[in-house]
Nanobody, 126 residues
Framework: QVQLVESGGGLVQPGGSLRLSCAAS????????IGWFRQAPGKEEREAVSCVSFTGGEIYYADSVKGRFTISRDNAKNMVYLQMTGLKPEDTAVYFC??????????????????WGQGTQVTVSS
């Protein structure tokens, strides 16, 4: 059974840091495009935060998180991480991990992902 489980969310003050983790089971992440998406309160659409191509050679970051967030993957542990620093109130959202068997260039498009985690809440507030 293909499963992605996120953890590491929580309440943090502005300027703080969190590291989100995503554990994959039932399949190996090697050869998959992987990504972190978020859905802010009151918004219907999910936003791509950071994604990695299936080779691992290309990485996408949303402009709003460049220089603050870092995505990484550990194929040996079948894990994906999102290190978030300099958190802002506008980063408040439910964060989702996703994986997709996609080998093209548009790995940052939500539609190419077919496996999703249940999400973890990140709240940035003083």
């Amino acid at each position: 059974q293909v499963q992605l489980v996120e953890s590491g969310g929580g309440l943090v003050q502005p300027g703080g840091s969190l590291r989100l983790s995503c554990a994959a089971s039932g399949f190996t992440l090697r050869g998959y495009a992987i990504g972190w998406f978020r859905q802010a309160p009151g918004k219907e659409e999910r936003e791509a935060v950071s994604c990695v191509s299936f080779t691992g050679g290309e990485i996408y970051y949303a402009d709003s998180v460049k220089g603050r967030f870092t995505i990484s993957r550990d194929n040996a542990k079948n894990m994906v991480y999102l290190q978030m620093t300099g958190l802002k109130p506008e980063d408040t959202a439910v964060y989702f991990c996703a994986a997709g068997q996609y080998t093209g260039s548009y790995y940052y498009y939500e539609g190419i992902y077919d496996s999703w985690g249940q999400g973890t809440q990140v709240t940035v507030s003083s």
